[in-house]
């Protein structure tokens, strides 16, 4: 028994000789095993009513089929897709996050200058360093540093209000304010904090009304001396359609940027993941995997979770060979998921602030056709579809329709910097999720 999977087919069968094949197909068939950590069983699965229901009545079931499948007890945790679709402000003061503190955040030559800027922030907030924007590629630790800052002002100043939440929420509770009528609360909500914690700013590029609401709530911020930090996978400059006024209110703070780990840090990063999980690893082991994943944070401490789920459910000795086993399946596991026509028409409404409906529509209103040519040209670049099978995302256009467009937009960006740079942007954002 090596996988997930495994696991998770032999508690089934445990599972079906106790209750009826209606009860388990209702209720425990729904449940995913997403991640064993320590003797934490981690679940997903779709609604808050299906949590609520097995937790009530089937808990204890499970415990004795994880129990009877692996030799000693565990821990069921369920999370649910409508708990992820909330998209709530982050907070790290939980059983989820409890790694992500200084304390736990290796520093080594490529991280050194960050986690200095990020520790000073969090022990004096406004006093320096303000703002604070942190950038470098994804997997190197800019999360886990903004989240460090938010846990210790936590523990240094209850007292204060801290705003921690991605770019990405921002918008989406701007363009549902303006929705709904709530612009005030909205405003009232980000523009009395002391602290502003935001993740993925490069987001932002090319939404123009975004931008202005966010210039307006960062001077709000600023003129009353409250601390912000940013974070993105790339520096003010580099994010081509970011508004002059804010890249320069960006800029006046202090840039600190991190680079992919040395080897040093790398070997650190994987003893301390192992230490927090109770998962001893030899020397010639961490060393082969810090010579093997050299890029990606995360990866090193996918690795290492992969390596000691291994160990609890199998008798099998660490070597080499499982390791290299687990290098390969994480991976695997990271490659990006593929960039859908969907999630292309998503960016390209918020950029152009047309609905998704109104891009797949046939309504062919000024700005609504402009953003359905520009996301039928993303989705060419991209994903190298025919003009036929585009016109068939596109409910169903002919294919002359979608070359006409897409030509229109070519020759739009070639005479047209600002807008190719905001086409650039969208295309940047597409493959950085």
């Known amino acids: 028994m090596n996988s997930l999977n495994d696991v998770w087919q032999s508690v089934c069968v445990y599972c079906k000789q106790q209750i009826n094949e209606v009860t388990f197909n209702t209720w425990l068939a729904e449940l995913k095993l997403v991640d064993i950590y320590g003797t934490e069983m981690k679940f997903m699965i779709k609604t808050n009513f299906q949590k609520k229901i097995i937790l009530e ?32 402000p982050l907070s790290v003061n939980n059983s989820a996050q409890y790694e992500y503190t200084f304390d736990t955040f290796i520093v080594g030559g490529s991280n050194r200058f960050a986690h200095a800027a990020s520790l000073a922030v969090a022990e004096n907030p406004a006093v320096v360093y303000n703002p604070l924007f942190i950038y470098g590629n994804s997997g190197l630790g800019k999360t ?9 002002i936590k523990e240094k100043y209850p007292d204060k209000i801290i705003a921690s939440l991605s770019c990405e929420t921002f918008g ?5 304010s303006l929705r709904e009528g709530t612009i005030n609360e909205f405003r009232e909500k980000y523009r009395n904090v002391d602290v502003l914690l935001i993740d993925d700013i490069q987001f932002i590029a090319g939404k123009t009304s975004t931008q202005e609401e966010f210039f307006n709530t960062f001077n709000t911020l600023y003129g009353a001396n409250k601390q912000m930090v940013i974070v993105s996978d790339r520096p003010p400059k580099d994010i081509a359609t970011l508004d002059d006024r804010l890249r320069s209110r960006f800029e006046q703070g202090l840039i600190a940027d991190i680079q992919p780990p040395e080897f040093e840090t ?11 999980l109770n998962f001893d690893l030899s020397d010639d082991i961490v060393f082969f995997i810090a010579e093997q994943v050299k890029s990606n944070i995360r990866q090193l401490e996918g690795v290492v979770k ?28 990271n490659q990006p998921e593929p960039v859908t026509v969907k999630k292309i028409v998503s960016e390209v409404s ?30 060419r670049e991209v994903t190298q579809m025919s003009y036929k099978a585009i016109g068939e995302e596109f409910g169903g256009r002919d294919h002359t329709t ?16 600002k807008e190719k740079n905001l086409v650039n942007d969208i295309i940047k954002n597409l493959e950085n999720r």
């Open 306 to 333: 992969k390596l000691q789920a291994f160990s609890m459910l199998s008798n099998e000795p660490m070597t080499i060979g499982v390791a290299q086993g687990a290098i390969r399946d994480i991976r695997n596991d």
């Open 172 to 176: 989406n509770d701007f363009i549902n």
């Open 144 to 152: 886990h540093l903004l989240n460090a800052i938010d846990n210790r």
């Open 57 to 88: 009545n089937y808990k204890g079931l499970l415990e004795d089929a994880f129990e009877w499948v692996l030799k000693f007890p565990v821990k069921i945790t369920i999370n649910t897709e409508e708990d992820e679709e909330e998209e709530t």
């Open 350 to 379: 918020r950029t152009y602030s047309v609905s998704d409906e109104d891009i797949f529509s046939q309504k062919q209103d000024g700005p609504i056709s402009k953003a359905r040519q520009i996301a039928m040209y993303v989705v």
């Open 266 to 276: 790398r070997v650190g990063i994987i003893q301390r993941k192992a230490q927090l």
């Open 402 to 417: 979608v070359l006409y467009g897409i030509k229109q937009i070519k020759k739009k960006i070639d005479k047209d910097p």
